[in-house]
């Protein structure tokens, strides 16, 4: 995958830029300390991911990321947590905290590079085959996927697909959070931001900002946190 970096600190690019050397399926096509200067080379060059900070000088990288097109996909790195609802609400591949580490950095380009292999498969089409109370069939890799609803840990939103996490495998399908979420039981599944849904049976701890699933992080949207924790208040997580 080509790929550039935007961060204006030069510590900051100088160690995205090691992880790149470690990364053989990365491609690093420059380095950029503003915006402005990653713009311009976008618009001539063929790029695959970004790998864009968020607080800078002029242009900030959300803003920033909203003029990008969605052919090229974003990986947000920043040192400030409190950014990772709005990555969510951009349709960020993922949102990397500051200093990021090597095994967290590998599962995004992970991510990016399963995304750029399902828009490249023309022969991929969306789909929910079949429902019951207990499971759900999807269709991913030409293959049939049978997974029971008590096994799924979150599903992700990601662009047109969907990630289906369960404890030992992710699945992806061409099709929209919200079409998965009108085929899964209201009493397990809940949506907590514009990316995700989790299983409520899953759930080892929350804070205001965050629910945590074994080593998952998802952050709480705004727009869903009071409902969220009217469930809670209820006992029905």
């Given at each position: 995958m ?24 990365l491609?690093l ?16 060059h ?9 607080r ?6 959300i803003?920033?990321a ?11 790195t920043?040192?400030?947590p ?6 969510y ?5 993922d ?13 995004a ?5 399963d995304?750029?292999?399902?828009l490249?498969d ?8 079949s ?24 599903i ?23 079409a ?12 907590t ?6 299983n ?13 699933i ?6 709480i ?12 208040a209820?006992?029905?997580?």
């Amino acid at each position: 995958m080509n790929c550039i970096i935007v961060d204006d600190e030069p510590l900051g690019r100088e160690a995205i830029q090691l992880l790149i050397k470690e990364t053989p399926e990365l491609k690093l096509l420059g380095s950029f300390g503003d915006t402005q200067s990653a713009g311009e080379f976008l618009l001539n060059h063929p790029v695959d991911l970004v790998f864009l900070d968020i607080r800078m000088p002029g242009t900030d990288g959300i803003t920033f990321a909203r003029t990008i097109k969605d052919n090229t996909l974003v990986i947000f790195t920043t040192a400030y947590p409190e950014y990772a609802v709005d990555s969510y609400e951009l349709d960020a591949i993922d949102y990397l905290l500051k200093p990021i580490e090597a095994a967290r950095f590998q599962k995004a380009v992970s991510k990016a590079s399963d995304y750029l292999q399902l828009l490249q498969d023309k022969s991929q089409k969306s789909t929910i085959e079949s429902v019951t109370k207990e499971h759900i069939f999807v269709k991913a890799d030409r293959r049939y996927f049978k997974i029971l609803f008590r096994d799924i840990l979150f599903i992700e939103g990601l662009k047109d697909y969907v990630i289906i996490q369960t404890a030992d495998r992710r699945i992806i399908t061409n099709t929209t959070l919200k079409a998965m979420q009108e085929r899964l039981p209201e009493d397990m599944f809940l949506r907590t931001n514009k990316s995700y849904i989790v299983n409520l049976n899953k759930i080892d701890s929350f804070d205001v900002n965050d629910i945590y699933i074994g080593t998952h992080e998802l952050s709480i949207g705004s727009r869903y946190r009071e409902y969220f924790m009217e469930k809670f208040a209820k006992g029905q997580i």
